[in-house]
């Protein structure tokens, strides 16, 4: 498959895309979201694959947002397409079912912060950006930023930084939750395929139904929520990952999982 704004590579069990239209600071335009779309599908689908890099090209920005070029021709009915197409490849990063690493390389807004909250983990430069400048456009974030934002750190600090539209810092993203962890911008690559590495070797069913229970779950009541875990729970004992994860523990050995 082919991309004009992506770039894909597969380094063992890990696959990196690359968001690659630097002169914009990657700001997702529509083919690109398509693009990401499909690469996800494609990542998603094979089975080498068992853990994801996002990131952006270039040293300075992750994702600027989506393509303001795109917003003047607008009409209501177009505008709630665009927020639903979005927030539709999102959703599917979201709940790709394996890990998928977001390595925040520099400015991270609007949509770039959207698409960081829909991966599993955020890893970001020291030189990170984080914010939803919408408001300063007279719009509102539409790929669902009005909902993870809060999520992740709480409805005060989604309130503060959504209405005033003002990006923070790496460290403050750190602080207030937003992303995992921040490391100097030249580590963040190795940084980012190392822990999506360990990911990658983990067994990749349980691995699923983590990411499963954790999304879903937090929507749900709680009772509901841990009868869906308990689930889970139950079906991973069907796997054969489960008997060589419990003998290598047992055998005093390293397991090797197939997502069997
Ligand atoms: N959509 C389209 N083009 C964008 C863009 C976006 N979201 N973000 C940046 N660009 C373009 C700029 O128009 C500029 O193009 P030009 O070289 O043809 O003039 C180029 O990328 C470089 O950006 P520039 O603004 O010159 O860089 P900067 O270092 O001065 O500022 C930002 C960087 C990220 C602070 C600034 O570009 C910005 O505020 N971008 C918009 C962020 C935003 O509002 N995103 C949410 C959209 S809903």
Do not use: W
């Amino acid at each position: 498959m082919s991309f004009d704004n992506l770039l894909i590579e597969r380094d063992a069990a890990v696959g990196v895309i690359t968001i690659n239209r630097p002169k914009v600071l990657n700001a997702l335009n529509n083919s690109t979201l398509d693009e990401l779309r499909r690469a996800a599908l494609e990542l998603k689908r094979d089975e080498a694959i068992r853990a994801i890099v996002i990131t952006g090209s270039g040293d300075k920005s992750f994702v600027a947002g989506a393509d303001i070029n795109e917003f003047l021709e607008q009409s209501p009915a177009s505008g709630r397409d665009h927020a639903l197409a979005g927030q539709h490849v999102f959703d599917l990063i979201e709940n790709l079912g394996k890990p998928v690493i977001a390595a925040v390389n520099g400015y991270a807004l609007g949509g770039g912060c959207e698409l960081a909250m829909a991966c599993t983990l955020r890893i970001a430069a020291n030189t990170a950006r984080f914010g939803q400048p919408e408001i300063n456009l007279g719009l509102v974030p539409g790929y669902g930023g009005t909902q993870r934002l809060p999520r992740l750190v709480g409805k005060g600090k989604a309130m503060e930084l959504i209405l005033t539209g003002s990006p923070i810092s790496a460290e403050e993203a750190e602080r207030i939750g937003l992303v995992n962890r921040v490391v100097p911008a030249a580590e963040l690559l190795t940084e980012a395929r190392r822990i999506a590495g360990l990911l990658a070797a983990q067994a990749p069913i349980a691995t699923a139904y983590i990411i499963h229970a954790i999304n879903h779950g937090v929507e749900m009541p709680f009772a509901q929520a841990c009868a869906y875990e308990a689930t889970l729970f139950g079906l991973a004992f069907a796997t054969d990952d489960m008997r060589e994860g419990t003998r290598a523990f047992l055998e005093k050995r390293k397991p090797v999982f197939r997502g069997k």
